[in-house]
């Protein structure tokens, strides 16, 4: 048995433990060091690699129900499935969507915030609003267009007209102002009936509602001519055989109705002008985690149900990449506004 002092055969381990704390703190500086010293696009990259490992949150800048705040429901669900990790769907709805993008727009770039919204958030917005908290091509990062609306003029079953050209002789042969409805000041309907007015020349008269089910009865009831309204908001009224469908708007028709020409087809052209849906995450979000999201999206809105459900609100389901969300903003927003500053229409 050893003689040497217990004391001091303890000072070595003490010693050893000391120098692996201290090796161990070295390691994590290194790690930290290397970490700061690695170019901005591999530090992207090595976070793409690990994502997602948390839930997401998308933001649904609409009231709870609605037919897009139901939308992203379903889309979450999906997602989360795909992704392994809870997609977690939080509806801010207020002031035309400016609420809950404007939480988008000040959310980190971590790919853990995104949002699903109508293309009001970016084009109509920045008419309709002096000022906006955010700045729509500065402050998102386009991810996917989703689908393409389409809107229906319509009038009643005994209207003594059953498609544009006939609507158009029509109203020449009024000695009045023709009244058509819209679901608000500014919306796609309110543009819409602006073409028709301005580009045609047409005596229009807008009047803005709340929504299209009030001015689809008050059209049924006589003291409204036409409307603009959603084919899921029409639909009822179709096929009960009380309205009749006189045209489509976008670019091309919609699965939901197909026998229904366009404007376009019926010789009306500037109705292409589509109200489209697209994904958007905050700025600054790495590509690689925006184009995961755009194919998860992309394969989500080509599942027959999801497809489906879509086209039963009247919309044409696409998965375009980030740069062609960027090109139909850029294609489209010019006239929308145009149109939109013409009208007059103003919500502050």
């Not at 392994?84 to 207020?94: A, E, F, H, T």
């Not at 599942?303 to 086209?311: E, F, L, N, S, Y």
Request: glycine share 8%.
């Amino acid at each position: 048995m050893s003689s040497q002092p217990a004391a001091s055969r303890i000072v070595p381990t003490a010693m050893i433990a000391a120098t692996a704390r201290v090796a161990w703190a070295a390691l994590i500086a290194l790690v930290a060091l290397v970490a700061v010293l690695m170019p901005a696009p591999a530090r992207a990259q090595a976070a793409a690699d690990v994502w997602p490992s948390r839930p997401l949150k998308l933001v649904s800048p609409f009231n709870p129900g609605g037919a897009i705040d139901v939308l992203n429901r379903v889309i979450a669900e999906k997602l989360a499935a795909r992704l392994g990790q809870p997609v977690v769907v939080d509806p801010i709805p207020g002031a035309n969507t400016i609420k809950g993008a404007e939480v988008v727009a000040r959310a980190p770039g971590d790919g853990y915030t995104f949002m699903i919204t109508t293309m009001s958030t970016h084009v109509n917005n920045t008419v309709l609003y002096a000022k906006l908290p955010y700045d729509p091509a500065r402050d998102f990062t386009p991810i996917t267009q989703l689908s393409l609306g389409s809107v229906l003029l319509v009038a009643r079953a005994d209207a003594p007209f059953s498609d544009l050209p006939g609507f158009a002789r029509w109203v020449q042969a009024q000695n009045r102002p023709v009244t058509y409805g819209s679901w608000g000041i500014g919306s796609s309907a309110h543009v819409y009936g602006e073409i028709l007015r301005k580009d045609f020349g047409l005596n229009l008269l807008h009047v803005p509602y709340k929504g299209e089910v009030p001015a689809i009865t008050d059209m049924r009831g006589g003291s409204l001519d036409v409307t603009f309204a959603s084919p899921v908001g029409a639909k009822p009224q179709l096929q009960a055989g009380t309205i009749k469908a006189i045209a489509m708007t976008g670019p091309r028709r919609s699965a939901a109705l197909p026998d229904l020409p366009t404007f376009a087809e019926q010789g009306f052209k500037g109705f292409e002008l589509a109200v489209w849906v697209a994904a958007y995450a905050p700025p600054n979000t790495p590509r690689a985690i925006v184009d995961r999201l755009q194919r998860e999206l992309a394969t989500i809105v080509r599942m027959p149900d999801v497809a489906q459900r879509m086209i039963d609100q009247g919309q044409t389901p696409v998965a375009g990449t980030p740069e062609e969300v960027a090109a139909a903003f850029n294609s489209d927003a010019p006239r929308w506004i145009e149109y939109i500053r013409a009208s007059g229409a103003r919500a502050d």
